[in-house]
C-alpha cells in the first residue's frame, strides 16, 4: 500500500507578527496528516466511530527544527511506527518546500469504545487489524 505524504499550506491565520508559523499549529498539521493517512488506509475516523471505534491521543510530541513562513507548503511524511492491536504509535517529518526539516514529531493512540473502555482492535475487527499490521510492517 503506498501511502503518500500530507500536504499544508501555511495560513495567515497560523503566522505571528513575523509571519512565522506559531509552534502550535504543527502539532495540528501532524492531526490533519493522521486523519488523512488513516483515509487512505480506508479506515477514517468517520468509518471507525460509525463502528463505535475511536481512537485518542495518549501523548504528542514535537521537536522543531526550522522556521515555517506564511504561504508555504510543508509535507507532512507520516508512517505508522508501532502497532500492538490496542495502540499504535506515528512519526511526523515536516518538509519545507527547500526541502529542510521544519519539525519532527510523533503521537501515540489507543482503541477505545463509546464508554471509554480499551478495546482490542484484533478481536473487535480483524480485517481493520490486519491493515494496521501491514503499514506498520511496510512502514519499517
Known amino acids: 500500500m503506498e501511502l503518500l505524504p500530507y500536504r499544508h499550506k501555511a495560513q495567515y491565520y497560523e ?3 513575523m509571519q ?3 509552534h502550535s499549529n504543527y ?3 501532524m492531526e490533519e496528516a493522521r ?4 483515509e ?3 479506515l477514517g475516523y468517520d468509518k471507525m466511530e460509525i463502528e463505535g471505534v475511536l481512537s485518542p491521543v495518549l501523548s504528542v510530541q514535537c521537536e522543531f527544527k526550522g522556521m515555517t513562513r506564511f504561504a508555504e507548503t510543508v509535507e507532512i511524511r507520516t508512517q505508522l511506527t508501532k502497532y500492538t492491536g490496542v495502540r499504535f504509535e506515528l512519526s511526523y517529518e515536516m518538509i519545507g518546500p ?3 526539516l521544519r519539525a519532527r514529531g510523533t503521537s501515540a493512540h489507543c482503541f477505545i469504545d463509546g464508554s471509554g ?3 482490542s482492535l484484533r478481536r473487535r475487527n480483524p480485517a481493520w487489524d490486519a491493515l494496521f499490521c ?4 511496510e512502514s519499517r
Open 15 to 17: 503566522t505571528d507578527t
Open 20 to 22: 512565522i508559523v506559531h
Open 27 to 29: 502539532i495540528r498539521w
Open 35 to 38: 486523519v488523512d493517512l488513516l
Open 40 to 42: 487512505q488506509m480506508g
Open 98 to 100: 527547500d526541502g529542510t
Open 117 to 119: 473502555k480499551p478495546i
Open 134 to 137: 501491514r503499514c506498520a510492517q
